[in-house]
């Protein structure tokens, strides 16, 4: 062919033979059934009009440009006259605004929200200096129900005015927020005098049970606190749940006019000008190599305690220890436990022992089921109070797939009792679902350490049943392939 003339590998246009599934009546015909029923499947739509799933799938993705989606989560599905009064209340906000262009510097807004609290000394001690070469520091990670918190705060354009954080054991419930407004009223009586002598601020929240209640609005109403309306299901307007708030990142209006004169003036470039300085005194060799020596000693140290002992500025310490030693202030990172030498040893025995089984007989782990918990679906529906979302879900597989799974019911715990029966369900569904390893007695057990699987009474069930136990090394959810790759992949939003 080359040596006939021909210049080019590809091959020569063909009119092929015509298409006789994607015609634009079977396109058509498609479409008609996508907008009649949104949840159909390919499959149903394939059987629906006799073609092949290829050129249906072919059909929805190319031809139609369309995708399969989950829901996204709304507040709320409002109805007609819920969205018109919405928009009534939105209207006569932006109206008040636009008559008094200062409404806005007289309201205080509030709200409740959980925020991980810790105390001041430990999470100054957690910082510590960091070398390049060196790795980062680790601190065993608290319970998360000891650490986080549930915080109100109130805040103006000012920044905050009052905040407290709520009692452990009590709940957000009127006779509490009572006792906030009262606290909230005094703390701007001493913060913002001015509001408080002209009585001209205004109180803005949304409209949870707490904040609406009776006791509350009596109150209110008692000390003639004036309120700006929050619109129902609107938690885009509600200032509290804004995060797009830039802070000290804003730069300042008198920065601003100085580039823009600077700019109008020809300049292109932010970056300072070259100046020649004088002679640095401070970052010599010997101030250095002190400065290095002080950091070994106590990671904890401070700049101006380095700038203390050293005898130099504050500004050369920073650059000392940033442009020359390249340290950083780094927090530990969290791990799940600060094992003792005894613990990793442990820990690698017992994953030597695993990895060595595995090696001898290499269909050792299709036998083995494993199980966690996971946080719960994310159906198509507006979203729920967050307890009736979240289940907790106790799952087994293996190799070949989904062997056994449940749900915790609500109000109740994972203990020895409960998972006593979890596991006679797990018995009973591999007797159903792997009758081959059943009948062999060949499959193996995997769970983690928790203190529920480690119960006298559940060793003494797999004891009496026979059941083998594939170990889990001591504080390793890396090694667990539940926490490895499984809830990890079914938390995601997709």
């Not at 246009?13 to 994607?22: L, Q, V």
């Not at 986080?148 to 000012?158: E, G």
């Not at 009127?174 to 006792?179: D, G, R, S, T, V």
């Not at 780094?330 to 089984?357: C, G, I, M, Y």
Request: net charge positive; charged share 30%.
């Amino acid at each position: 062919m080359f040596s006939e003339g021909r210049e080019d590998v590809n091959d020569e246009e063909r009119a092929g033979r015509p298409s006789t599934s994607t015609t634009d009546e079977k396109i058509n015909e498609v479409e008609k059934l996508i907008l009649a029923n949104r949840r159909i499947t390919v499959r149903e739509v394939a059987e629906d009009l006799n073609i092949s799933i290829g050129l249906c799938h072919s059909i929805f993705i190319n031809d139609l440009g369309m995708r399969r989606v989950a829901a996204k989560f709304v507040p709320k599905l409002l109805n007609c006259d819920q969205k018109q009064y919405r928009m009534n209340i939105a209207n006569e906000m932006l109206d008040s605004v636009r008559d008094d262009p200062n409404l806005l510097q007289r309201v205080i807004t509030g709200d409740e929200g959980w925020v991980y609290g810790y105390d001041v000394e430990t999470k100054a001690q957690s910082y510590q200096w960091k070398l390049p070469h060196e790795p980062r520091p680790k601190k065993a990670c608290q319970v998360r129900s000891n650490v986080k918190v549930l915080l109100t705060v109130f805040f103006d354009c000012r920044g905050v005015v009052h905040h407290e954080f709520l009692p452990q054991g009590r709940t957000v419930n009127k006779e509490y927020y009572l006792q906030v407004m009262r606290n909230l009223r005094e703390a701007i009586r001493q913060k913002r005098p001015d509001l408080w002598k002209n009585k001209n601020w205004l109180l803005h929240h949304d409209n949870a049970p707490a904040h609406t209640s009776l006791l509350v609005r009596d109150l209110l109403a008692k000390n003639k606190t004036l309120m700006m309306p929050q619109p129902p299901y609107s938690p885009d307007l509600a200032p509290c749940h804004d995060n797009h708030a830039y802070g000290d990142a804003v730069m300042s209006r008198r920065r601003v006019f100085e580039w823009y004169k600077r700019f109008k003036e020809g300049r292109e470039e932010t970056a300072d000008n070259e100046r020649s300085g004088r002679p640095s005194t401070s970052t010599t060799p010997e101030k250095v190599d002190k400065v290095l020596e002080l950091v070994r000693e106590d990671r904890r140290i401070t700049v101006r305690e380095v700038a203390e002992e050293a005898g130099i500025s504050f500004g050369s310490t920073q650059s000392i220890m940033k442009d020359i030693l390249g340290v950083r202030r780094l927090n530990a990172v969290l791990v799940p436990q600060d094992l003792t030498f005894d613990q990793k040893n442990a820990r690698k025995e017992t994953t030597s022992l695993n990895l060595e089984a595995t090696t001898d007989d290499p269909e050792l782990l299709k036998r083995a089921s494993e199980w966690r918990f996971k946080n719960g679906p994310r159906p198509k529906k507006a979203r729920k109070a967050p307890s009736k979302v979240n289940v907790m879900l106790t799952v087994f597989f293996d190799y070949q797939g989904i062997v056994h799974h449940e749900y915790q019911q609500q109000g109740s715990t994972i203990t020895a009792y409960s998972y006593l029966g979890v596991l006679r369900r797990l018995r009973e569904a591999i007797r159903q679902k792997r009758p081959v390893q059943w009948r062999s007695k060949s499959w193996i057990l995997h769970h983690d350490n928790a203190p529920a699987h480690k119960a006298l009474k559940i060793s003494k069930f797999l004891q009496d049943h026979s059941t083998t136990v594939f170990p889990q090394p001591p504080y390793s959810p890396d090694l667990a392939p539940c926490d490895f790759f499984l809830f990890g992949k079914l938390k995601k939003k997709s």
